[in-house]
């Protein structure tokens, strides 16, 4: 069931009017059981996974939630035995207790461990087998041995990368004493399962997420109609622009050898408006329904392309998963034993300025080299993902000279510079994502290549462009769409938009508007004969 | 205290750490230096600032940073 498909929006409409005419103690249970019909019409072989995750985690979360209440029970009773002084120094001192509090940390930690490492397990086995035994066949093939591995008939099941970091988040945020585990298996499977958020993300936090989910909203029109307009702008966005501009995205990449030089940096730029519109307006639609069910899920983007530099995209752009991998690997593999140790060496061995990079350049390094895996088994991610990390190490290292300058040059204020700096964030992150196009690396290389020696900028005016699989009407569409998609970020900038219509503009005008971008989408739409609404881009990851 | 302050301003050295109570919701501090931080405070201070008190409550401030590093020295 695509977002895209009427069956979808037949679906979250029962769903929505249900939830709000059923009585309180019935409607997270609605939830869970539409989550799972959701989830039944991706493929009922796919619920063996998610109920598996489920069942995993959430045993991992009690047994670490159970221990932490016992070991601090007994914890307290030793310290009171040793203040009435009726206990020994050996069973109840404070070396005693310290020692007891830390072997039951260390089991929590092994439960921790078991529990993420079966969960993350599954994930790996679904996604990266074949990717395993197609290098394994490379390897193979280089040394000429005759034999080669079959590989394996695994379908991916939708949405296992975002439920499985979801609920891998959970065991250790209930492991660091964020939040109790919770009792109730069948909340924790809403958790585990929310629909709106089970396709493509955000993915949320336990301690963010719960209460919200599990509280009975009673309706309220403007909850609703803020939730409505969200998702008519996801699906804009969706269906006018990213779904419009994607057949001349493929034109150009299913056959690269027609399309070198000012192609390739055609590619670049639709495939960056593809992306960001697919993606972003996907989040609108999921925030946007679990708004309408009063359940406020967190901002997945906030302008990203308005950044000045990588680093300041990556805290914009697909937020939660960003935040995911700093907080459960780049920070405890940072501050882990040998990577303390390593710093120490390094900067006893290598001087104060490399020594005290070091560490966090390979921390880096691993999360960006995880981030790139997480998105797709395939040597583009991975070389996507490390491109990101070159890129931002670069931008570090020259950090100095960049103050030098600005010491020189008073920068502060100037849209000129600031408009270079967004520029120059634009072309680079563009550039890298030429790896989610061509279909392997060396290729990605040879075409990018191409646009410093195949000179062939005339195709921009002398209407080549309109052999691409969209014609004329489809690039004034996209034009006049992607000024309003643009017009709408400016906006934002000074807070939502929705805000600000609603101080505004009275009820009937706000309805004009999104009526009449109701019917942008409906006529303008890429969708119906003709056209097959594709799936989002990031369902696949 | 000093002693973090002036650690802090060897990372950012325009900030005022006196007053300063936003330094991670303000994005003035990134990943990159709280991962510095962490190396510098188990140098100095003796202690190891674990993943789990890795949240912006405990680095939003030099105060809060300080109550941590005592809160980890006590139970050390």
């Known amino acids: 069931m695509l977002f895209t498909s009427y069956e979808f929006i037949g679906f979250v409409i029962l769903l929505v009017a249900l939830y709000y005419v059923l009585p309180k103690k019935a409607k997270w249970p609605l939830l869970l059981l539409g989550s799972y019909v959701f989830y039944f019409f991706a493929g009922w072989k796919f619920l063996f996974y998610i109920a598996a995750v489920t069942i995993i985690t959430y045993v991992a979360g009690l047994l670490i939630s159970k221990n932490k209440k016992i070991a601090d029970a007994r914890f307290a009773e030793l310290k009171a035995l040793d203040k009435s002084g009726s206990g020994s120094p050996e069973e109840c001192g404070k070396e005693a207790r310290k020692r007891y509090k830390e072997e039951q940390k260390s089991k929590r930690r092994r439960i921790m461990t078991v529990g993420i490492t079966i969960a993350l397990l599954i994930l790996a086995v679904v996604k990266y087998t074949n990717f395993t035994i197609y290098n394994i066949n490379g390897i193979l093939s280089a040394f000429h041995a005759p034999k080669r591995i079959n590989f394996l008939t695994i379908a991916l099941p939708m949405g296992i990368s975002f439920y499985t970091f979801q609920a891998v988040s959970y065991v250790i945020d209930v492991y660091r004493d964020r939040h109790e585990a919770q009792k109730n298996f069948f909340k924790y499977a809403l958790f585990v399962s929310f629909f709106p958020q089970l396709v493509q993300g955000p993915i949320s936090r336990y301690g963010d997420l719960s209460k919200e989910l599990f509280t009975p909203h009673t309706f309220h029109g403007r909850t609703v109609e803020r939730g409505l307009q969200r998702v008519i702008w996801g699906y804009f966005k969706k269906l006018v622009i990213a779904d419009r501009i994607l057949p001349a995205v493929n034109t150009m990449i299913d056959t690269p050898e027609n399309f070198k030089g000012a192609y390739v940096f055609m590619v670049m730029m639709f495939y960056a408006l593809e992306l960001y519109a697919d993606f972003t307006g996907g989040i609108d639609i999921t925030i946007g329904i679990a708004e309408m069910l009063g359940i406020p899920v967190k901002e997945n983007f906030e302008r990203p392309f308005f950044s000045k530099n990588i680093a300041e995209y990556w805290r914009r752009w697909h937020i939660t998963m960003g935040t995911w991998f700093t907080d459960y690997i780049f920070y405890p593999l940072s501050v882990s034993g040998p990577m303390l140790k390593l710093g120490k060496w390094s900067r006893k061995h290598l001087g104060e300025k490399v020594g005290k990079r070091l560490p966090v350049y390979l921390a880096s390094f691993i999360v960006w080299f995880t981030t790139g895996i997480w998105h797709g088994a395939s040597w583009n991610f991975i070389v996507w993902g490390l491109g990101n990390f070159v890129v931002i190490m670069i931008s570090q290292e020259l950090e100095p000279l960049y103050s030098k300058f600005h010491k020189r040059v008073n920068t502060d204020g100037s849209t000129v510079y600031k408009s270079f700096q967004i520029g120059r964030t634009i072309l680079i992150m563009s550039a890298l994502r030429l790896f989610d196009c061509y279909r392997d690396v060396p290729l990605t290389f040879k075409m990018f290549g191409t646009m410093f020696t195949t000179w062939n900028w005339k195709i921009v005016g002398n209407g080549a462009l309109l052999h691409l699989g969209i014609g004329r009407a489809d690039y004034i569409i996209l034009a006049l769409g992607t000024i309003l998609m643009f017009t709408v970020s400016m906006i934002a900038r000074s807070g939502s938009v929705r805000d600000k219509m609603e101080k505004k503009l009275p009820f009937a005008a706000r309805w004009v508007v999104f009526t009449f971008l109701l019917l942008i989408i409906v006529v303008f739409g890429a969708y119906g004969l003709g056209y097959d609404a594709s799936q989002f881009i990031y369902n696949q990851f | ?76």
Do not use: C
């Open chain 2, 1 to 76: 205290m000093d002693e973090l302050i002036s650690i802090l301003r060897e990372i950012h050295p325009d900030v005022d750490y006196e007053t300063a109570t936003n330094l991670v919701d303000g994005k003035i501090l990134d990943s990159f230096d709280i991962i510095s931080l962490v190396g510098e405070i188990a140098d100095k201070f003796d202690v190891v600032v674990s993943a789990e008190y890795m949240i912006p409550e405990n680095f939003n401030s030099a105060q809060a940073l300080w109550n941590l590093i005592q809160k980890l020295q006590d139970d050390e």
